[in-house]
């Protein structure tokens, strides 16, 4: 039979009645809003939701995570009273949701550089990527009417994006041939091409979305093109 833990004696001293009030009086030195504030600051210094960590490390923040979290019950939940977006476990409604707000915001249907502008407040495009499978699905699923041409401009970002990472950097004109070639679902290069109206430089200009789409997924990319 297993022997119950003995309490420190420290612990075993604690008045109940007092520890509750004396929480209570830490927890009245902010108010809900000003907590709030706070963390809406520390995402526009940070340029994204910060996590406990990042905001503890925040010399500007001037209080605890764990101060949120007395005052809201969890991190995320603070974050979602704040207007900012909780890093991980956004379910599909929620983003759905958020993209909702931001076309009633905007009064239009919103793009993927309105959403990137709004990192901190708003999940990041690379999520909506990977949870519908393009930003164009999670637009439509809100709602919003969105242009066949937007949509393969998506798909062909998504595939520069993973045949980036196999070749080790951006792919060129050629490497998209030949995995054409390979994978005839992808679209081809003269589609990609004719999206930029073929204009002088649209296969640079592709990869430069190619290489934004990188970064915000976390890659590292080179001035020379080379993923890390």
């Given amino acids: 039979m297993a022997r119950p ?47 406990m960590r990042e905001f503890a490390a925040d010399k500007d ?48 249907t919103p793009t993927a550089e309105d959403v990137r502008q709004r990192r901190g407040t708003m999940p990041s495009a690379s999520l909506y990527w990977h949870t519908f499978g393009s930003l164009a699905t999670a637009l439509r699923e809100a709602g919003f009417d969105v242009a066949i041409g937007e949509e393969r401009l998506e798909r062909a970002i998504a595939c520069g994006g993973e045949l980036a990472r196999s070749l080790g950097r951006l792919p060129k004109f ?6 054409r070639r390979a994978d005839p679902s992808m679209l081809t290069e003269w589609q990609v091409y004719r999206m930029f109206e073929s204009r002088r430089g649209a296969w640079a200009t592709f990869q430069y979305l190619i290489r934004e789409r990188l970064l915000e997924e976390g890659a590292a990319v080179g001035a020379d093109g080379a993923v890390g």
Avoid: C
Wanted: charged fraction near 30%; proline fraction near 4%; avoid cysteine.
């Fill in 5 to 51: 833990r003995r309490r420190h004696p420290a612990l075993a001293g604690i008045d109940e009645a007092a520890l509750a009030e004396f929480r209570a009086g830490i927890r009245r030195r902010y108010t809900d809003e000003q907590i709030l504030e706070q963390l809406r600051a520390s995402a526009e210094r940070l340029g994204r939701s910060p996590t």
């Fill in 61 to 108: 923040a001037g209080m605890h995570p764990q101060t949120v979290i007395e005052h809201f019950g969890t991190w995320n939940a603070a974050k979602r009273a704040a207007g900012l977006m909780p890093r991980r476990f956004a379910t599909r409604e929620e983003l759905v949701e958020q993209l909702r707000r931001l076309g009633a915001e905007l009064g239009r």
């Fill in 174 to 179: 050629g490497d998209w041939q030949a995995a």
